[in-house]
């Protein structure tokens, strides 16, 4: 009966999309809050600098960055779902997302953990 | 003078025709409370004797003149004209092979029905009377057991017309009819049969199911309550 | 277009039609042959599914019942003239098979302790005839829906071979024995043949041969007609239900289960005029005695509305939670058909066609039988029928609401099973006759190839009409030889019919007429047979005749078909000896 797609039932998928959700919109809300509210007096590069370098952001946006990874690439899966029937066009545009994803994922971490203040 | 609403009717004769096109039909309102089958019935009696469509008792219980009337899935038998904005566009149900004019071929459709199962599963022998079931318990099967399968509802969703191994809104919400009835011992053989990428995760809450369904059910709650219960044995 | 080519299907047995009846029997048979079942429509799609009040069976869930009362009800409602062995045989079977069908898992409503819901419904009584009896055990008021779902769910399971949108054209039989039909693909168009050694008929009812009627488009009385043209007889077909509750002007169903919920119907001075014919159970009279009340209503103009036409069906004073739980289809029905919410406002109703008591002759086995007043019954090889297309005889001059769904699971049941021994009695297939199905094919080539100056339409208003003046509630010896003369006419004006639509694939056109063609056929037994009864008996009244004549007229009617196309009648007496209890003697009829 399964033409394509893998072996796994796709409910996981569904409920972490949904937790994942939840958890980008929370988290647009704390950084909305932190930059526009949190912060005494003008905004200036150094302030920015010193709260992203410090280790427990640093370690907070990674779970962001791991949470809208997942949530976006489980998206753009979905859409291709839809529209994308034929087992080659599928393996290569969702080995593409699984390439941009990782890629991503990477130099994402590797930007954030490599953040400080110029000296 | 009668009034007259145009009726722009869908026509493909697979012996004659290599595409399909439209017609329109003069249909004469007779009486008050008219229904869209009676102005089909007309045009086939006094005007058109080749249009094909399906229809039994017209009124509404048989499901078997679903057709998509201005857009949207409803029962021929069911939908006064008054209520239509014209003219009254008449295509066959979405997605589905057309057999010949309004006429679908509703084979893929009744496998994915079969396929859930739909019939009660028990293996304790029965008791020499009824098996007991509480009103409360017999409750849970109403908005579920009333399904005519008439397939608006799955023709009508999105995920159905792109994935051709969805089961659909419809086959879904049969099998909650059976998970859900206290008498029935199989719920985890179905429970293997729709907890599938093609099974209830391939609904995403699209609605239409709801907009579509001439019986008033929500095939999108039940099947929100199947993905409930799965979501929850896993966790 | 090349329609010569007829595809040969050999089973054991082949099922016509696929309601409750054809399904029981499916599942019956399927266990223990190779059986097929053929329909005209998806099975689900099947009439069956528009019964709503409920089943009959004497399982004593509300109050004490006993299969006896129940009997002696189903007698007394067949103006005495139904079968009392098949009566007693019905009754008795009642709550083992409505049992079965729960076990099978028909989502039935329940009482508070569990046990199946059971409800009061016309003329089903206790202790002879004393009260009304909560004997009707119903889904909500889905019955039929959940019935014919569940059966064809239980099909599925057990793998039934369904040839789905397959048109019976013409009974086989070789040398009186029935060998199979001949049958048409409505989709893809094309004959087939099915080689069988026992034939099943469940074709259903007729009543679509009146203007007001509450059945389907289907319900045309097929499996009748082709008995006829095969040579064999019809029972009692002058008795046609006329439903009291059918809406105004549509002839949509509304249940009995209304009145037996406590709804009650008034005439325009708001009387409850049920109680002046019916003293003892008023509204829960039997369906006849209550359509004749509200017909004399409207005679004597005391019918409501601008022309004073219909009568005013209550249940606006119940609690609307009621109506909601137990009666959802009707306020439904009402509201979209005659736009009234009924829990604030009555609905209009008439009499209106609804059940067809006679048909093809059976014992209480489901065997088709040939007799008449001197030679006993004998069955025909081969040949069976179950459901409102056969005549057991079980509703006799009158069937009683809930009756018939019973009917059509006891008699689907045992006509299975005995199909079943019959196949496996026979060591081999009985053979095709020569040029076998000749006949149905030429048929449906005239049709195809006719250049006629008659449409369907114009014949089929007029027998409708025609049929609801002068051959419907009230009958005269003046309406009737009216109908026969117009009746001749019609079946001439039919050899003249011309299809618009003349190709193979899902010629609507083609089925309708052929359908048209059988409608004629046995109307003319209809009105032979109303003709000949100088009595009024059941649902059958004749103005001229008032009185019930156990002298004369104790016998069922026979019609058969010439090859001229007229009808002779012949008469067989009534089975009036029960199985073990003594006979239920006729005595005058007050409810």
């Not at chain 3, 406002?345 to 067809?356: F, K, Q, R």
Request: hydrophobic share 40%.
């Amino acid at each position: 009966m399964k033409y394509f797609g893998s072996g796994r039932s796709g409910a996981f998928d569904w409920f972490f999309q949904r937790v994942s959700g939840i958890v980008l919109l929370v988290t647009l809300f704390l950084h909305f809050y932190v930059m526009h509210f949190a912060i005494e007096g003008p905004i200036t590069y150094e302030k920015v600098m010193v709260r992203l370098s410090s280790p427990g952001w640093k370690a907070l946006d990674i779970v962001f960055l791991i949470f809208a990874v997942y949530h976006a690439v489980n998206g753009f899966k979905l859409i291709i779902d839809d529209y994308v029937h034929s087992t080659v066009l599928r393996a290569v545009t969702i080995g593409l997302l699984w390439v941009m994803g990782i890629a991503f994922l990477t130099i994402g971490i590797m930007t954030i953990v490599n953040l400080r203040v110029q000296s | 003078m009668a009034e007259k609403v145009t009726f722009k009717v869908f026509r493909f004769n697979p012996e004659k025709d290599k595409k399909p096109y439209y017609q329109d039909f003069e249909v004469e309102i007779r009486k008050p409370g008219m229904m869209v089958l009676d102005g089909l019935n007309q045009i086939r009696w006094e005007m058109d004797g080749t249009l094909a469509f399906r229809r039994s008792c017209r009124e509404g219980v048989c499901g078997s003149d679903g057709l998509n009337i201005n857009g949207v899935n409803m029962l021929s038998c069911i939908t006064h004209i008054s209520d239509l904005k014209p003219p009254i566009v008449i295509q066959p149900l979405p997605s589905l092979p057309v057999v010949k004019d309004l006429v679908v071929d509703l084979t893929d459709f009744m496998n994915k029905f079969f396929l859930v199962k739909p019939y009660l599963i028990t293996y304790s022998p029965p008791p020499d009377k009824e098996r007991l079931q509480t009103p409360e318990e017999r409750k849970k099967l109403d908005g579920l057991y009333e399904c005519i399968l008439c397939a608006c509802c799955s023709t009508s969703c999105p995920s159905y017309w792109a994935d051709p191994e969805y089961l659909g809104p419809s086959a879904l919400l049969n099998s909650a009819r059976f998970i859900l009835d206290s008498r029935d011992e199989g719920a985890d053989e179905r429970f293997e049969i729709i907890n599938d990428r093609h099974g209830v995760w391939r609904c995403h809450t699209i609605l239409n199911c709801i907009e579509a369904c001439p019986k008033l059910l929500n095939p999108t709650e039940a099947i929100g309550e199947l993905k409930k219960i799965l979501i929850k044995k896993k966790f | 277009m090349a329609m010569d080519k007829v595809e040969i299907h050999k089973h054991d047995i082949v099922i016509v039609g696929a309601g409750g009846a054809g399904l029981r029997a499916a599942l019956a048979a399927s266990k223990e042959v190779n059986t097929a079942v053929v329909s005209e429509v998806l099975p689900t799609r099947s009439h069956t599914v528009s019964a709503q009040g409920g089943v009959a069976a004497t399982l004593s869930n509300v109050e004490p019942d006993d299969w006896l009362w129940h009997m002696y009800d189903t007698v007394k409602g067949s103006d005495y003239l139904g079968d009392q062995d098949a009566i007693e045989f019905l009754c008795r079977m009642a709550p083992e098979i409505i049992i079965e069908l729960e076990h099978m898992g028909m989502p039935f409503s329940r009482l508070e302790n569990g046990k199946i819901y059971q409800r009061r419904f016309g003329g089903h009584t206790k202790e002879f005839g004393k009260e009304a009896v909560c004997r009707s055990c119903a889904a909500a008021d889905r019955t039929g829906h959940a019935m014919v779902h569940t059966l064809y769910e239980q099909c599925l399971k057990n793998g039934v071979t369904f040839y789905n949108e397959f048109f019976a054209l013409q009974i086989l039989t070789n040398e009186g024995h029935v060998v199979g039909v001949l049958a048409w693909d409505i989709v893809n168009g094309g004959f087939h043949l099915f080689h069988t050694k026992a034939t099943l008929f469940a074709t259903g009812g007729y009543t679509r041969i009146y203007r007001t009627t509450t059945n389907a488009h289907i319900n045309t009385g097929d499996g009748l007609a082709l008995t006829m043209r095969a040579g064999f007889p019809v029972e009692d077909l002058e008795f046609v239900q006329f439903h009291p509750t059918g809406i105004y002007g549509v002839g949509n169903l509304i249940s009995e289960a209304v009145r037996g919920e406590g709804g009650y119907l008034v005439n325009k001075d708001g009387e409850r005029f049920m109680k002046r014919y019916a003293p003892t159970v008023w509204d829960l009279a039997s369906r006849d005695v209550v359509s004749r009340a509200m017909a004399e209503e409207i005679r004597h103009g005391r019918g409501c509305g601008p022309k004073g036409d219909y009568i005013l069906l209550k249940v606006d004073h119940l609690d609307p939670e009621l109506i909601h739980e137990r009666l959802p289809g009707i306020w439904e029905l009402a509201y979209v058909f005659a736009h009234v919410d009924c829990t604030k406002e009555p609905i209009p109703v008439v009499p209106t066609a609804h059940y067809s008591m006679g048909g093809i002759p059976t014992n209480l086995h489901g065997e088709v039988v040939l007799g008449s007043m001197d030679s006993p019954e004998s069955p025909v090889p081969g040949f069976y029928a179950a459901g409102e297309c056969a005549c057991a005889s079980v509703h006799g001059a009158n069937r009683l609401g809930t009756n018939s769904l019973l009917d059509i699971l006891v008699f689907g049941k045992v006509g299975g099973e005995k199909a079943v021994e019959f196949c496996q009695s026979l060591p081999e297939h009985v053979p095709l006759p020569e040029n076998a199905g000749k006949e149905g094919i030429d048929e449906v080539k005239r049709l195809v190839d006719s250049t006629g100056d008659e449409k369907m339409d114009a014949i089929w208003e007029e027998l409708r009409d025609t049929m609801e003046a002068n051959c419907g509630v009230f009958r005269t010896e003046e309406t009737l030889s009216k109908q026969k003369k117009i009746l001749e006419n019609l079946c001439e004006r039919f050899k003249r019919v011309r299809l618009d639509d003349k190709g193979k694939v899902f010629n609507l056109d083609l089925i309708e007429t052929l359908e048209l063609g059988h409608m004629l056929e046995f109307s003319k037994a209809i009105v032979e047979g109303a003709l000949a009864r100088t009595e009024s008996r059941g649902a059958h009244y004749r103005d001229d005749f008032p009185e019930r004549d156990d002298k004369n007229w104790l016998k069922h009617t026979l019609a058969y078909l010439n090859e001229d196309g007229r009808i002779r009648l012949d008469y067989k007496p009534v089975r009036l000896k029960p199985l073990t209890v003594p006979t239920f003697e006729p005595k005058e009829r007050v409810y």
